[in-house]
């Protein structure tokens, strides 16, 4: 029996002419565009409303892809089938210790047009302050840094880590390393939200930081409940009661958040804010994203995820994408 190769790879996987100049299409007509890339399932928090307070099992090691086929598998992407920009996450993706190596492999790929990929990071910040002007000095164009409060003690109760002000000196690390725009990126929780979301929209205004809140989607059959949904009607409504005008944007470039230009006063600068509503106000029909998890699984749109891990470690000399 011959080794498997991504030519053998489910329809979803293998786009309509994907030789040099292809695309990822999945079966609904939606191009991929954005490379999602977990390269680590650990995280040195424990999120309320990501794991429970004990943590998780980790995948082994060697589990996980390595250096070398991580960036195999993102030059087949970017190279051969459109792939435009990359979001390196985890897990968090700082506990990799191989990440400059990653990010400066990444930014010697090219598109078929002759362009760099936009190449992103998705972290909790913590160890940032040591790392960003290495990692803005391999490539790496912008952060994401999740943030749930400028509260410390919110945020101790929400990630159950007292590392906010780890967290704040990753933040101001980034910035003076160029790594902007600053996004900020927080969940809404309904306990804490109404405290939570005008504060947090304060400080990122005075800063300079972009804002997203993400609507929270429970984890568990037995969690889920829509009246334990923030929505994105209640975060505008709470800016409104707390004096922030508000005008909407819509969604620029397919993006997931939908913003709104915050008029500046006298007191405090203006800016955009944005609501990622994956519940109440879906995206699925334009999305351009697809994902690889931290265990070499393919998630393209909404098509059921595929193992790429047996691919990869069997055609380690010789992979093709065809």
């Given amino acids: 029996m011959s080794a498997p190769s991504l030519a053998t790879a489910p329809p979803a996987l293998r786009a309509p002419g994907a030789e040099a100049g292809g695309q990822l299409v999945d079966r609904y007509g939606r191009r991929a565009r954005d490379l999602r890339l977990s390269i680590t399932d650990k995280c040195n928090l424990r999120c309320t409303y990501c794991m429970p307070a004990q943590g998780l099992e980790w995948l082994k090691n060697e589990q996980l892809l390595s250096l070398e086929e991580l960036v195999r598998l993102a030059r087949i992407g970017v190279e051969r089938l459109g792939i435009e920009r990359i979001r390196i996450t985890g897990g968090e993706p700082l506990l990799r210790r191989d990440l400059e190596q990653l990010v400066a492999a990444l930014a010697r790929l090219r598109t078929h047009a002759g362009v760099k990929p936009d190449l992103a990071l998705t972290t909790n910040g913590l160890g940032l302050d040591r790392r960003a002007a290495q990692l803005r000095s391999a490539g790496l164009d912008r952060v994401n840094v999740s943030l749930d409060s400028v509260d410390a003690s919110v945020y101790a109760t929400t990630t159950r880590r007292d590392r906010f002000a780890d967290a704040l000196r990753g933040i101001q690390a980034a910035a003076m390393a160029g790594l902007n725009p600053i996004k ?139």
């Fill in 184 to 322: 900020v990126n927080a969940v809404a929780m309904a306990d804490t939200i109404e405290q939570v979301a005008p504060s947090l929209l304060d400080k990122s205004l005075r800063e300079g930081w972009q804002l997203r809140f993400i609507e929270h989607m429970p984890l568990g059959a037995q969690a889920w409940s829509r009246q334990a949904i923030v929505s994105a009607q209640r975060i505008l409504d709470i800016f409104a009661a707390n004096g922030f005008e508000l005008t909407e944007l819509g969604r620029p470039d397919r993006r997931p958040a939908q913003l709104w230009q915050v008029a500046p006063t006298a007191t405090r600068p203006g800016g955009t804010v944005g609501i990622i509503a994956s519940i109440t106000r879906p995206f699925c029909d334009d999305c351009d994203r697809t994902r690889l998890t931290a265990a070499a699984i393919a998630e393209l749109g909404i098509e059921v995820g595929t193992s790429l891990f047996a691919v990869i470690k069997a055609t380690a000399i010789t992979l093709e994408a065809r």
